[in-house]
């Protein structure tokens, strides 16, 4: 059962461009909805994060939106650059028990210059 | 301040044996995880530890075994291991509520090939 779905898989960007990417929940008692980023060989590392009683959060050039009743999130990266080249996940999880967080599959983004 | 640390970072098995991927982290967290990152399946939950003592199942949790020895240390174990366990192993941790930023903090990741 894939609780949280990632959509697209890759995606391919000019510099400058905006990076879109979706993802969908089905879990109501999800109450933290993180983003992060991953390059090759690393751990992944936390980007941006929103909780749901906020349906927009910007940290620099990131932004996530969030629809509470379509239980839907995105990640929007503005004027994308060759270093944002990445793969990116976006995840969830409740803020009790065992506050594990439950992943999408995963979008691998590359900023072409 | 290493954060989450991660031993070994590579290592190749044969089908049936055993070995452990160890874990650490410095930052007085109580919560940590371990999960296995696979192509296109993101990553899977395989254990977690609220606490010293503690664990519990996660999602893909079969193969393996886990310790809690103390709250800093959560290592896993693999005691036959099979070449559907070849995956990329990352160890995690969690602040509680109130204990400062409420996120998980992974490590740098262990490449595991069981041939």
């Known amino acids: 059962q894939q609780q949280v779905k990632q959509s697209p898989q890759s995606l391919i960007v000019q510099k400058g461009g905006i990076s879109i990417i979706n993802c969908a929940y089905e879990?109501?008692?999800?109450?933290?909805f993180p983003w992060y980023q991953q390059f090759p060989g690393k751990g992944p590392a936390l980007l941006i994060a929103i909780r749901p009683d906020v349906s927009e959060k910007k940290e620099g050039r990131f932004t996530i939106s969030f629809n509470k009743s379509a239980k839907q999130f995105s990640l929007h990266i503005m004027d994308s650059q060759p270093g944002d080249s990445a793969t990116y996940f976006c995840?969830?999880?409740?803020?009790?028990?065992?506050?594990?967080?439950?992943f999408g599959s995963g979008t691998r983004l590359q900023v072409q210059p | 301040n290493a954060g989450v640390t991660q031993t070994p970072k590579f290592q190749v098995l044969k089908t049936g044996q055993s070995m452990t991927l160890q874990c650490a982290q410095d930052m007085n967290h109580n919560s940590m995880y371990w999960y296995r990152q696979d192509p296109g399946m993101g990553l899977r939950l395989i254990y977690y530890s609220a606490s010293e003592g503690t664990t519990d199942k996660g999602e893909v949790p079969n193969g393996y075994n886990v310790s809690r020895l103390n709250k800093r240390e959560f290592s896993l174990r693999l005691e036959s291991a099979a070449p559907s366990q070849t995956s990329v192993y990352f160890c995690?941790?969690?602040?509680?509520?109130?204990?400062?930023?409420?996120?998980?903090?992974f490590g740098e990741g262990s490449w595991l090939t069981v041939v």
């Open positions: 879990n109501t008692a999800f109450d933290y």
């Open positions: 995840a969830a999880s409740t803020d009790t028990g065992r506050r594990a967080l439950t």
């Open positions: 995690a941790s969690r602040s509680s509520p109130g204990q400062g930023v409420n996120t998980i903090y």
